[in-house]
Each structure stands twice: as structure tokens, then as C-alpha cells.
């Protein structure tokens, strides 16, 4: 890939649990994009977070993102089965173009 | 709100024809994306236009076409269809460069 990693490449918790993802990147960015997808479905963008911010907060999510060790983390807080789904993370290289991961199929266990 | 409008959402084709994807920008949006997402695969970048110039070229092969219209609508032409062409096409938006970009629907195209 030409992003890079997605680490886990599959995860199922409990309802309730957190659950974490993360992701690693080759290049400098401008920004870094998460997004959810259901099967066969569109991808639905969650969060943008810029080259220049270390943390941001939407909802029950949390993103950080580390420059310098080219790597970004999503955390999903007390989990419902909805949230099932293939997480992206999508990587801004200064082209007008986004670069995804593989991505991360969480299952979240009721 | 408006979201990214793509046409049509599922196509079927035979090999060697042709297919023409249509893209709605959300309102506003002077920036569009292609992307092509295989079986289990990530999305990939194919081609992207802002204020109706290319403005950026990925893995789209020389069979495929596209452009963006006076109304900022875009259409991706496929020609010669091979069955590796069967995926989901995206079509994505934004307000300019580097800004949050929002999928449409997709279309599905089976070339059998």
C-alpha cells in the first residue's frame, strides 16, 4: 500500500468497550482523514485532523495524530453494535488526491 | 444537507462496451475526487479536477476519461471494459484542496 499500515487489520470487542485503531504513514502530510464504511457501502467521513494539531474530539471519537512518528490513532468510547464497520484512514499529501490504508473491520459484539 | 449525488448506482456491462459515471457535487464545491475501490481493497485515487481543471492524476488507465462540467458536475468515461474494471466508484467533493472530502454513494459496475 502506498500508505502504509492500519493496525489491527480486524478487531471485535464487547458493546460497551473502546476500541482503538491506528495508522501509519510514509510521506509528510497536510492532514489526515478517518472514514467509516459498511459493507459495500460509502465511505462516511469522520474526522479531518491537520498537520499542526496532536488531538481532536468528535462525538465518542478521538483522534491523535504524532508527526514524528507518522502515525494517527482512532478511538471509538463505549461501543455499540452501529459502529460495526470498516474504519479508513486517509492520508493528504499535498496532491489533490487522498491516500487510504487498509483499513481496520471492527465488529462490535452485542 | 446536500450530498455528493452519483449516477448510476449500479451498472452492468459487458466487456469491450462502454460506461459513463456521473458525479453531483455537493453545492458549492469546486473540487471533485474518482476513486476506485476493488472487492476488499482500499479506495484508490484516480483522478481529480478543481474549478473544472485536472488538477491531479492517479492509477486511472488511459481507457477511462473524465471531466468536470461548466456546473462543476463530473463525468468518468470507461471504454474497452475489462472485468479487472468491475469495482465501486466514488466520487468525492470538497470546498477546495486539502479540505474534508465527502463520498457519494458509489456505483457499482459489473462488466461480465
Known amino acids: 500500500s502506498q500508505q502504509g499500515e492500519e493496525d489491527p487489520q480486524a478487531l471485535s470487542i464487547q458493546e460497551g468497550e473502546n476500541a482503538t485503531m491506528n495508522c501509519s504513514y510514509k510521506?509528510?502530510?497536510?492532514?489526515l482523514q478517518w472514514y467509516r464504511q459498511n459493507s459495500g457501502r460509502g465511505l462516511v467521513h469522520l474526522i479531518l485532523?491537520?498537520?499542526?494539531?496532536r488531538e481532536k474530539h468528535s462525538g465518542r471519537l478521538r483522534v491523535t495524530l504524532d508527526t514524528s512518528k507518522k502515525s494517527s490513532s482512532l478511538l471509538i468510547t463505549a461501543s455499540r453494535a452501529a459502529d460495526t464497520a470498516s474504519y479508513f484512514c486517509?492520508?493528504?499529501?499535498?496532491?489533490?488526491?487522498?491516500?487510504f490504508g487498509q483499513g481496520t473491520r471492527l465488529t462490535i459484539n452485542p | 444537507a446536500a450530498g455528493v449525488i452519483q449516477s448510476p448506482r449500479h451498472l452492468i456491462k459487458e466487456k469491450r462496451e462502454t460506461a459513463t459515471l456521473k458525479c453531483y457535487p455537493i453545492?458549492?464545491?469546486?473540487?471533485v475526487y474518482w476513486y476506485q475501490q476493488g472487492p476488499g481493497q482500499d479506495p484508490q485515487f484516480l483522478i481529480s479536477?478543481?474549478?473544472?481543471?485536472?488538477?491531479d492524476k492517479g492509477s486511472i488507465p488511459d481507457r477511462f476519461s473524465a471531466q468536470q462540467f461548466s456546473d462543476y458536475h463530473s463525468e468518468l468515461n470507461m471504454s474497452s471494459l475489462e472485468l479487472g474494471d468491475s469495482a465501486l466508484y466514488f466520487c468525492?467533493?470538497?470546498?477546495?484542496?486539502?479540505?474534508?472530502?465527502?463520498f457519494g454513494p458509489g456505483t457499482r459496475l459489473t462488466v461480465t
Open positions: 468525492a467533493s470538497s470546498p477546495g484542496p486539502s479540505y474534508e472530502q465527502y
Open positions: 510521506t509528510s502530510i497536510n492532514n
Open positions: 485532523i491537520r498537520s499542526n494539531e
Open positions: 486517509a492520508t493528504d499529501q499535498g496532491a489533490q488526491k487522498l491516500v
Open positions: 453545492p458549492r464545491h469546486d473540487t
Open positions: 479536477f478543481y474549478e473544472k481543471m485536472q488538477s
